[in-house]
């Protein structure tokens, strides 16, 4: 990526109240900085973040034991309200942040073609979990080890 795009991108993301996302933001993000023509001639599409968050309600009935894979993730709305889902069942079960942290990027995953898109779902990811938590003491090392860390490129890539 080029000097003039990441600046660019800066001055985007400048704008948002990170503290208080309760979407997926960067999807208007991406689709500000990647051409229509582009992203149709990819086949994407973006999913409302109503009905994303339906279907994980209705899809995903035991968040701590499921697995969740987008296997075309974009900016991430499918994995926004997948972790949403995992935190807050780990909380309900007395989770400690650690525990949460490794158990959620075990069992929510997702992967895209277009590397921008990853980019941007790593950070929908990182939101979704939440400032207040990725701030938390990290006794388990679980931040510090690199999270999102498991990133495979081949043809695409996938996240966290």
């Known amino acids: 990526m080029g000097s003039r795009f990441v600046r660019g991108l800066a ?9 208080h996302v309760e979407t997926d933001v960067m999807k208007v993000l991406y689709e500000s900085v990647i051409d229509a023509e582009q992203r149709h001639s990819l086949g994407e599409y973006y999913t409302p973040d109503w009905l ?12 701590l034991t499921e697995r969740v894979l987008d296997p075309s ?27 949460m942290l490794t158990g959620v990027t075990s069992k929510v995953l997702g992967m ?6 990853v980019t941007l779902a790593r950070i929908t990811y990182l939101l979704a979990i939440g400032p207040e938590r ?18 495979r490129c081949s043809g695409g890539s996938r996240t966290p």
């Open 134 to 151: 990725l701030a938390h003491d990290d006794p388990a090392g679980v931040l510090r080890a690199g999270l999102p860390g498991r990133t």
């Open 11 to 19: 001055r985007r993301l400048a704008r948002f109240a990170w503290a």
């Open 112 to 117: 895209d073609v277009h590397p921008v898109a």
């Open 73 to 99: 993730c974009g900016s991430g709305t499918f994995l926004f309200h997948a972790v949403r889902r995992y935190i807050a069942a780990g909380e309900a079960a007395g989770m400690g942040i650690g525990e």
């Open 52 to 63: 994303a968050e339906i279907v994980v309600e209705e899809t995903v009935t035991d968040a």
